[in-house]
């Protein structure tokens, strides 16, 4: 649920915007598992240009659209192409004006990702909804779900219970770190991304602040008819609520007085947590760090929460020789009771041949024991990804210098995986397209 404060607050994020528009000239851009990405090509080289490339799933894990991820990668595929072509054909007398208007309309797109990430956890589960990102009476929700089918994904699934809360956040936060990823291994310009980028990382903090330091509450009263409900109310405070209390009596909007002092603790926790998003070169427009002559490098933190309780995360991307993208994480689960730990490290983008590139990510972790937010077990884990891309080459007078169809393996253990649709063990095969204009 997306609430209307939210985004007018936002806006300041143009002003701290507008104080860096002289670094924004830089080119940057990214690649991650079977997605959105830009790579360069000189004739019979396989080294970096200012050419980049879109991505498109057109299956992913099944044939329920869209998953979070799916959904994350064609928006932003096509925020980057918008942006691009805006630049191109906008005189550069009028440019400065791009940015102010890439900020407003992520106004708009915010909020349609962020439901799209609650909507995607129901939709996982083959459990119907309705998306409404336009804001009506303040929010946008996803509503068309009865009280007794969450009642019952509540008191039998908990675990997804809680994602449908915080998925919207986790959209949010993912989406951003793809486009630090992107910037970071140069393969898109910061202005391209800059506007739904800077009015995303605010609007994080603004989720967790909110919900932790004002008493207002998002939705005051619940509406007649159960269909026309928000799934969850206040995401993170109907999260917390029902992470400490699962077994109590069913109602969706949570308000501040409807919290107890330790529940009240966590959030003011996740509230201070929340700011850990903001540490990024990026929020200071540096879009990578030269440690020498071959080697460059970007990092970034993180804070969301989880369906057992919330993750803090520290990234490391390195650049070497315009060649290999990398990129490093260490993770710090927590529930009610201890920390657990997890990392992983990914290939991006990697050329095998002229034709041929793949993208590869390992990760490991510790999660409490059936994702229990009380559990003082940990439970090991793992999941890998490969994405292989074929290219096709375009003619001379084709407007595309070449289009890939790319195919993507995936396996995990149980356990939660940002932007994954499953918390089960799962294993699938996405198809998708990505084209590179000239």
């Known amino acids: 649920m997306n609430n209307i404060f939210s985004y007018n607050t936002l ?3 143009l002003f701290f915007v507008s104080n860096s528009l002289n670094a924004l000239g830089n080119n940057n851009s990214f690649q ?4 959105l990405d830009t790579v360069s090509i000189e004739k019979n080289k396989y080294k970096e240009n200012k050419i980049g490339f879109y991505s498109f799933t057109m299956i992913d894990y099944s044939d329920n659209l869209f998953t979070m991820r799916q959904f994350n990668q064609g928006y932003l595929s096509l ?6 072509l805006s630049y191109k054909h906008t005189s550069k007398k009028y440019q400065f004006l791009i940015l102010p208007i890439q900020a407003i309309f992520s106004l708009y797109f915010t909020p349609l990702t962020h439901e799209e990430g609650h909507r995607s956890v129901l939709t996982n589960l083959t459990i119907g909804s309705v998306s409404a990102p336009l804001f009506k009476k303040n929010v946008a929700k996803v509503t068309g779900v009865t009280d007794e089918t969450l ?12 994602r449908l809360h915080t998925a919207g956040i986790e959209s949010d936060y993912m989406l951003c770190q793809k486009e630090e990823e992107l910037v970071f291994f140069n393969q898109e310009k910061l202005r391209n991304v800059a506007g739904d980028y800077y009015m995303r990382k605010v609007g994080i903090v603004l989720y967790y602040t909110f919900s932790a330091f004002s008493r207002k509450n998002s939705i005051e009263k619940e509406e007649i008819n159960e269909l026309d409900r928000d799934i969850v109310g206040d995401d993170v405070r109907g999260a917390v609520r029902h992470l400490y209390r699962p077994n109590m009596p069913f109602y969706r909007y949570t308000s501040n007085k409807d919290l107890t002092s330790q529940e009240r603790k966590f959030i003011h926790k996740a509230g201070y947590l929340s700011l850990l998003n903001l540490l990024s070169p990026l929020m200071i427009s540096k879009t990578r760090i030269k440690l020498n002559n071959n080697l460059n490098a970007g990092f970034g933190l993180g804070y969301i929460m989880a369906p057992f309780g919330g993750m803090i995360e520290e990234n490391l991307w390195l650049n ?3 060649k290999y993208n990398m ?8 529930n009610k009771e201890k920390y657990f730990w997890a990392g992983g490290i990914a290939l991006h983008n990697y050329s095998l041949s002229k034709k041929i590139s793949l993208t590869s990510i390992v990760q490991v972790w510790s999660q409490p024991e059936n994702l229990d937010f009380y559990a003082l077990k940990g439970l090991f884990g793992h999941s890998g990804a490969l994405l292989l891309s074929y290219r096709i080459f375009g003619k001379e007078n084709s407007p595309l210098a070449w289009w890939s169809f790319d195919i993507s393996g995936r396996v995990k253990t149980k356990g939660f995986v940002p932007e994954d649709p499953s918390l089960e063990k799962s294993h699938n095969l996405s198809f998708g ?3 590179c204009p000239r």
């Open 11 to 13: 806006l300041f994020a």
């Open 32 to 35: 991650i598992v079977s997605t």
């Open 79 to 84: 925020y980057r192409l918008s942006s691009q």
């Open 151 to 162: 009642k019952k994904l509540r008191d039998n699934q908990l675990p997804y219970y809680i």
């Open 320 to 322: 070497y020789a315009q």
């Open 327 to 334: 990129h490093a994480f260490i993770r710090q689960f927590e």
């Open 433 to 435: 397209l990505s084209f």
